[in-house]
């Protein structure tokens, strides 16, 4: 009975500290600038990645726990990638969805999909061409904080964009 009660309320409080809603939007170790859509000098590479700023003027896009809801930075931080995309249309691009290291594997996979799948969707909605976006999720499988807290949690939990061809 102790046991039980124990183990309700460590779910409880792990749920309540993962249903926090930070953004990591001041993360000095993601592309952040919002350049109005153009390659003014910013690192575009085959390969490159919005996690590492080498993929241009994208940006790297977060959600909440057990989420693929767009909030409204990722709305405005995706707005400027679909700028970026019509303005350079020789650039596509693969959306890799992820989460962070809680859940299970396929259940992590599924929801990295979903998340990958609504920046498509969303970027499509505002005039880029579905054929040059790609989609692939990773789940939990690439992490890019290592930690077991809200601080590495809310950073893992992201869809980044990898460049396919410029």
Request: charge should be positive; proline fraction near 2%.
């Amino acid at each position: 009975m102790i046991r039980s009660s124990l183990l309700a309320l460590v779910a409880a409080s792990l749920m309540a500290v993962g249903c926090a809603s930070k953004k990591p939007g001041n993360n000095p170790d993601s592309l952040t600038a919002n350049n109005g859509g153009n390659n003014t000098g910013l690192s575009l590479e085959l390969k490159g990645d919005s996690d590492s700023g080498t993929a241009g003027g994208l940006q790297t896009v977060y959600f909440g726990f057990d989420s693929s809801t767009l909030g409204s930075d990722a709305q405005t931080a995706l707005k400027a990638n679909a700028e970026f995309l019509k303005t350079n249309a020789s650039v596509d691009v693969q959306i890799e969805g992820h989460a962070d290291e809680r859940g299970g594997i396929q259940y992590n996979l599924a929801l990295g999909e979903k998340r990958a799948k609504a920046v498509r969707e969303y970027l499509v909605a505002l005039g880029v061409a579905q054929k040059r976006i790609g989609v692939v999720s990773y789940g939990k499988e690439k992490p890019v904080a290592f930690g077991h807290d809200e601080g590495a949690w809310e950073k893992n939990r992201r869809a980044n964009f990898v460049v396919t061809a410029k």
